[in-house]
């Protein structure tokens, strides 16, 4: 790629994003949200404005970002590719994980709003007359302690509380994938990617009493569940795409769990020292 342009390159996954384009050498524009793009040459762009756990809370805000500024920027820019990262949440009560998968949502359900707005964005990359390809990304981890997400969340209460309250149940499970897995799969997405939409996850998915077990064994922490809670299982990601073209060979959350809780205690301890 002659140059790179990250849109949300102050979040977690676009700050990583960025940081590893510059060290393989590539020059990076990371503008503001809110900068006027009119005419730029902006070369090969990562989309990678998003809102996540907020999205219920903050519907307008989740359609801004997924859809709307995303709109400007394929009517105004001037760029070689467009790389938009999406998610896997979109594969909640489908058959299958798989990119050719009927995708299921429901507008009367408020839960599906971020998915009907990531959903949106994809069709305006796909369908429309530049250039665009779509990354479904997993559930991204990572040392990310000022995240609200939830295994950074249960991370820092077991290791700061020694408790934790999981609301969901036991048996709910889903894909993770390390950010630095992620990050070279987005990059190699834009230089070498084949097909339009690619999955990038682990393909395997961790429930959460799993997660549970290996913190309380690493922590100490009293780990409980909820009072009647839901179980919510995503299918088995597919990553035969991805690892076919790209050669993707990820990493396991729960073989990276002990190194997660130590750079948890190592930053906490940093904080404390300040």
């Not at 524009?29 to 404005?49: K, M, N, Q, S, W």
């Not at 839960?111 to 990354?135: D, M, Q, Y």
Request: aromatic share 6%; glycine share 8%.
């Amino acid at each position: 790629m002659k140059h790179a342009t990250v849109l949300g390159a102050s979040g977690f996954i676009g700050s990583h994003l960025s940081a590893e384009l510059e060290r393989r050498g590539h020059e990076v524009a990371t503008p503001a949200r809110d900068a006027d793009l009119t005419g730029e040459d902006l070369g090969t762009v990562f989309y990678c404005i998003g809102l996540t756990g907020d999205a219920r809370r903050r519907p307008l805000e989740a359609v801004e970002a997924h859809v709307v500024k995303l709109s400007e920027v394929l009517r105004r820019g001037r760029f070689d590719q467009l790389v938009y990262l999406s998610s896997t949440r979109l594969y909640l009560g489908a058959r299958t994980g798989r990119e050719d998968e009927a995708l299921r949502v429901d507008p009367a359900d408020p839960g599906h709003l971020f998915n009907l707005s990531k959903a949106a964005g994809e069709s305006l990359v796909l369908e429309g007359e530049r250039p665009g390809r779509v990354a479904r990304l997993s559930n991204v981890y990572g040392p990310d302690w000022e995240s609200e997400s939830f295994l950074p969340t249960i991370l820092t209460a077991a290791c700061r509380d020694g408790a934790v309250t999981i609301l969901d149940a036991p048996e709910s499970a889903k894909d993770y994938v390390h950010v630095e897995d992620a990050v070279a799969a987005l990059i190699g997405i834009a230089t070498d990617g084949k097909e339009r939409v690619y999955n990038v996850a682990s393909g395997r998915n961790v429930s959460h009493g799993e997660i549970a077990d290996e913190l309380a064994r690493l922590t100490g922490a009293l780990i409980e569940f909820g009072a009647d809670p839901a179980a919510i299982v995503f299918p088995p990601i597919d990553t035969a795409r991805l690892r076919s073209d790209l050669a993707f060979s990820p990493r396991m959350l729960l073989e990276d769990l002990p190194e997660l809780v130590e750079d948890f205690r190592r930053s906490a301890a940093l904080e404390a020292e300040r």
